[in-house]
């Protein structure tokens, strides 16, 4: 998993992801994104929300700069809204982030951890995989 930050394309030319202390970024409230940003940036303005509906709409008023969120996340309102973009680069860092996805299933159901290998290995090997990954997770942002 990875986060990314999303800005609206008309403030672009005035932002600077290295300057990122006089910007205003909202994140939703109890995220590992909210954690990451007031501990890697503690002199930014963090704006917390419920919910990144909220955010949105006040970076679409200009309340905000930008909001930092999961980059398949973000990646989806950019397919949904060419008003926005991408600016940096996606941050991975396991520490906030994880070590990537996985499926929770219990531990005791071997049948089903069984199948489920045995589904990913067919779907890795027929391109489906790759497939719904670039569809829902792909990795690169404009």
């Known amino acids: 998993s990875s986060a990314i930050l999303v800005i ?21 409230n109890g995220s590992t994104h909210q954690k990451y940003l007031m501990d890697k940036y503690p002199k930014m303005t963090i704006r917390s929300y419920d919910s990144y509906q909220n955010a949105m709409l006040d970076l679409k008023n200009s309340r905000i700069d930008g909001i930092f969120g999961d980059t398949a996340v973000v990646n989806q309102w950019i397919k949904t809204d060419n008003s926005l973009i991408t600016i940096g680069d996606k941050i991975i860092d396991p520490n906030y982030f994880g070590t990537g996805l996985g499926i929770a299933i219990r531990k005791d159901n071997l049948v089903l951890v069984q199948k489920l290998n045995k589904a990913l290995i067919s779907i890795k090997q027929d391109g489906t995989y790759q497939m719904i990954y670039q569809k829902w997770f792909n990795n690169s942002v404009e």
């Open 8 to 28: 609206t394309k008309n403030n672009k030319t005035k932002f600077y992801q290295t300057d990122l202390t006089n910007k205003r970024i909202g994140t939703q």
